[in-house]
T-cell receptor, first 113, second 117 residues
Framework: AQTVTQSQPEMSVQEAETVTLSCTYDTSESDYYLFWYKQPPSRQMILVIRQEAYKQQNATENRFSVNFQKAAKSFSLKISDSQLGDAAMYFCAYRQGAQKLVFGQGTRLTINP | GAGVSQSPSNKVTEKGKDVELRCDPISGHTALYWYRQSLGQGLEFLIYFQGNSAPDKSGLPSDRFSAERTGGSVSTLTIQRTQQEDSAVYLC???????????????FGEGSRLTVL
């Protein structure tokens, strides 16, 4: 079964600085999706960024980028120029085909002003 | 609708009562998922629908939990004889059919918070 591991239960960063959240996963498949979702206190899960496994180029979305290492099964999220609104729980997730999303346990990110 | 809609937003019930939670997915989304999130925890998969059938219901924790989907749209998650350990936020998500513009993304509702006293 696929598993997703986030080894950092909590992280904090100074406003305007850069922070990296770690994620590793385990799968025997070659074609899949990886995601980072953000969950603020409002409970709404919001997609931050997605990566398709067959694409070698790392995905970027404005201040958010990933470091996708397929062979190492690693998928870290880098947030540049951190803003107070980035404070939330961040979940790494894996999906293969139409199957369910498998989530990591989450990393709580605090932004210090 | 524009997004995934869940009701009720909050539900407080007494131990032993039955509850129904409703999910209205994004129009045209064929896949629908239920997850459970206990306080401060990650998301636990419960069940997945493709159309009206459930190819994967491996996450339902006991036979007190059931779900159905009718007309390929609205889904209801039912918890019978609720227990205190059922207290959690129940999240619903939907996704578009595979292929074409599908990006693999799941779109989530805001969840139903269930408190069992």
């Amino acid at each position: 079964a696929q598993t997703v591991t986030q080894s950092q239960p909590e992280m904090s960063v100074q406003e305007a600085e850069t922070v990296t959240l770690s994620c590793t996963y385990d799968t025997s498949e070659s074609d899949y999706y990886l995601f980072w979702y953000k969950q603020p206190p409002s409970r709404q899960m919001i997609l931050v960024i997605r990566q398709e496994a067959y694409k070698q180029q790392n995905a970027t979305e404005n201040r958010f980028s990933v470091n996708f290492q397929k062979a190492a099964k690693s998928f870290s999220l880098k947030i540049s120029d951190s803003q107070l609104g980035d404070a939330a729980m961040y979940f790494c997730a894996y999906r293969q085909g139409a199957q369910k999303l498998v989530f990591g346990q989450g990393t709580r990110l605090t932004i210090n002003p | 609708g524009a997004g995934v809609s869940q009701s009720p937003s909050n539900k407080v019930t007494e131990k032993g009562k039955d509850v129904e939670l409703r999910c209205d997915p994004i129009s045209g989304h064929t896949a629908l998922y239920w997850y459970r999130q206990s306080l401060g925890q990650g998301l636990e998969f419960l069940i997945y629908f493709q159309g009206n059938s459930a190819p994967d219901k491996s996450g339902l924790p006991s036979d007190r939990f059931s779900a159905e989907r009718t007309g390929g749209s609205v889904s209801t998650l039912t918890i019978q004889r609720t227990q205190q350990e059922d207290s959690a936020v129940y999240l619903c998500a939907s996704s578009s059919p595979q292929g074409g513009a599908n990006t693999g993304e799941l779109f989530f509702g805001e969840g139903s918070r269930l408190t069992v006293l």
